[in-house]
């Protein structure tokens, strides 16, 4: 089914996408940046996006597998449940904020605040990414397959960062951590997975939580 | 600042953290009086003539708005701060008298859902517990950008009150103390809020309304930005608002008193007939409910008043194990919320504690009490010679002192004057 937006409102069109059946798959065509596609989703089905989504695309969904062909606005993904969200392109700020599950994928760069408050979903970025990626993750993985910007970490929970590249400096309560075998094999395989090749499983930073602000109210 | 509390940051080597709501003496509405009728105004008579009191919030974008059988609803407290059971009762309560009750930070639990008819779910800058099922279950949506004890602060829970079932709700470590985000993670300002709601919207089928909370703070625009921004009500909390656990110098160093947020807020909706206003923040009364209405709300919200329906600083635990004495306070004194050791198993996680509140009591006590102060309101309206307590207006009152005269902009008892008017 393909859904032309420049003739359909944001609204039917999401009310036609959350009326499909799962195993359906629908093509959203003419998107010039409109905001909110493909959110609220809850069966298996597959959108795809040819062109540039706005903000939250595929947001607060479960399930539904949404590919954008292009570049993304704030928050993809975010809140998502489980299901897969896939950005061709770069993506803003706020990529799959306080994401509980499922995979967000970025084949280009992502802005500030990648992962923000993550609260399960596994997060790949095959370039940079911006500031404060990962700020305040509290469960889930980020792979990023360039280098990092400032404060990556910040605030960090029990989330898992891995970079590739460069880290430009990390944030409060974040460090740097050996690398353990089970790492590299998660690496491995969530790169082999989603074709991210660049990425040397044996040669990424793992950056984690210090755990120092975890009690700074207790007596 | 006193000597003790000097004391206590010099013991503490931070700063203290505690429950409720300011403590400093501000400006209330009981600083206003009414103007009932008699030869000029013509009363109603209390016990055969009806007083409306039924409100409707949301009927301009939502298919289901919100139908309160009263003007006056149970404010945003999380589960973490207060116990399952406490939770329970309040929504009990409030479908009881037919009104709303509110989730708070950290998600909705099956308890509150079940109980309550009427189920705002906060979506907050933590996002603990968010989740889209719940959102499509809820009754409203509530944008929380802040709240009345602590504008411009996130949330707390202290690691006593991390227990498992909380921490799992919250993805947090078990135990930790937790410090809330102030800021929501994929949005900041006006332009991008709207776009925000809309995704609430289109992701509960625009089915349901959108509030948005604020601290009471820079109250005009921050109320004129919410609304442009598309909500359907605009909640503005004092600062007499309370909290779980918040910094003491926040709770009574920040935001406006309810009293002078009210009429703000109200100015600031005049050209947004659509848009209702609840306002929160130390309203305990029948009468600080119709002066609120009066002033411009829609409706009322209660938080702590609620909670000592419930039993919050009675007197039955006042002595013997896990007292008020071994917080080091009084019944009548305690805000001692933080800490988890609530002797009435209100703000506790404690599963001895929590067995000291029955929830079907509880709500009894607070639907009694919600009951009560609607009478009140209900009984001044009629006698200001109103049929609906939403016919209340500024001109069926006056204030008792300048400085809640300036702020409500009423006239000074006695005079037709309105400080700077």
Known sequence: MDIDLSTTTVRTANATLRALPPGATARLTNPAGRHNLAVGLTEEITVEIDGTAGYYVGGLSKNATVLVHGTTGWGAGENLMSGLIRVDGDASQSLAASAHGGTIVVRGDASLRAGISLKGATVLVAGNVGDHCGFMAQAGTILVGGDAGRGLGDSLYEAVIYVAGRIKDLGADARVEELAESDVELVARLAKQHGFDHIDPENVTRVASARQLYHWGTP | MSFDEIRERARLG??????????????????????????????????????ATRTVLGAANARDPVVLEIPITIAGMSFGALSAPAKEALGRAASEVGTATTTGDGGMTPEERMSSKTLVYQCLPSRYGFNPDDLRAADAIEVVLGQGAKPGGGGMLMGQKLGPRVAAMR??????????????????????????????????????????KIGATRVYHDVRLAATAGADVVVVDGMQGGTGATQDVFIEHTGIPTLAAVRLAADALADFPDVALIVSGGIRSGADVAKALALGADAVSIGM?????????????????????????????????????????????????????????GAERVANYLRAITMETTMLARACGKADVHHLEPEDLVALTVEAAAMARVPLAGTEWIPGR
């Open chain 2, 305 to 361: 008043a609620a909670l000592v329906a419930l039993g919050c600083n009675d007197t039955v635990h006042d002595f013997g194990p896990a007292s008020y004495a071994d917080l080091g306070t009084t019944a009548g004194n305690c805000v001692a919320c933080h800490t988890g050791g609530c002797p009435v198993g209100i703000a506790t996680q404690s599963p001895g504690l929590q067995a000291r509140l029955d929830p079907v009591r």
């Open chain 2, 171 to 212: 993805t947090l470590p078990e135990g930790i103390d937790q410090r809330s985000a102030c800021r929501h993670p994929d949005w900041t300002g006006p332009d991008d809020l709207r776009i925000k709601i809309e995704e609430l919207r289109e992701a509960t089928d625009w089915r349901v309304p959108v509030f948005v």
């Open chain 2, 14 to 51: 931070r700063y203290p953290i505690r429950g409720g709501g300011a403590r400093r003496a501000v400006p209330t509405f009981d600083d206003l009086t009414f103007l009932t009728a008699s030869a000029s105004r013509y009363p109603l008579e209390g016990y055969r003539e009806h007083c």
